[in-house]
T-cell receptor, first 108, second 116 residues
């Protein structure tokens, strides 16, 4: 089975940093994705980690520790438009298993 | 270029009716996926096509659900005898290949299905 956990909600101030944690226990692992989803819209790709370590992409960074079954997404210099749901997804072969998502609210 | 498109964007039906949801993937993408997303949850895998064939339909909840992709491009998800519990957003995604490499899945905007 697949068990992917992430916090339900987080709130932060514009310009601040927020870290969204994701822990997983899955039957297979071929990489971990982070997607952003605005209300009523499609999930859009943010990052992909398959090896341990930090991947940095502009204001967003993602970290993976396979031995700990742990990842985090770091959002820096928060902007109002970053208010959205952030989905952690583990890939096994072709299939993605998603967590329930973390709703991030950015306040002015 | 054009992304994944899905029609209709919203579908309201009555319990017991039959519905079809359509997905038009990114041109050239051989892999196509259907997911279902209930309120407050992440997408849940339903079925995966590689070309015309359903390589994995293990996520379909029961035999009321069926999907086809006859020419290896457009796919249709079909739900018979709809139930209120089928109400959800049905997401389609496509990727350039299924099992190897980076394999980013590109998602469509979804069809919101409401069964009254």
């Amino acid at each position: 089975g697949q068990n992917i956990d992430q916090p339900t909600e987080m709130t932060a101030t514009e310009g601040a940093i927020v870290q969204i944690n994701c822990t997983y226990q899955t039957s297979g692992f071929n990489g971990l994705f982070w997607y952003q989803q605005h209300a009523g819209e499609a999930p859009t790709f943010l990052s992909y980690n398959v090896l341990d370590g930090l991947e940095e992409k502009g204001r967003f960074s993602s970290f993976l520790s396979r031995s700990k079954g742990y990842s985090y997404l770091l959002l820096k210099e928060l902007q109002m438009k970053d208010s959205a749901s952030y989905l952690c997804a583990v890939r096994h072969d072709y299939k993605l298993s998603f967590g329930a998502g973390t709703t991030v609210t950015v306040r002015a | 270029g054009a992304g994944v498109s899905q029609t209709p964007s919203n579908k309201v039906t009555e319990k017991g009716k039959y519905v079809e949801l359509r997905c038009d993937p990114i041109s050239g993408h051989t892999a196509l996926y259907w997911y279902r997303q209930s309120l407050g949850q992440g997408p849940e895998f339903l079925i995966y096509f590689q070309g015309t064939g359903a390589a994995d339909d293990s996520g379909l909840p029961n035999d009321r659900f069926f999907a086809v992709r006859p020419e290896g491009s457009v796919s249709t998800l079909k739900i018979q005898r709809t139930e209120r519990g089928d109400s959800a957003v049905y997401l389609c995604a496509s990727s350039s290949h299924g099992t190897s490499g980076y394999n980013e899945q590109f998602f469509g905007p979804g069809t919101r299905l409401t069964v009254l």
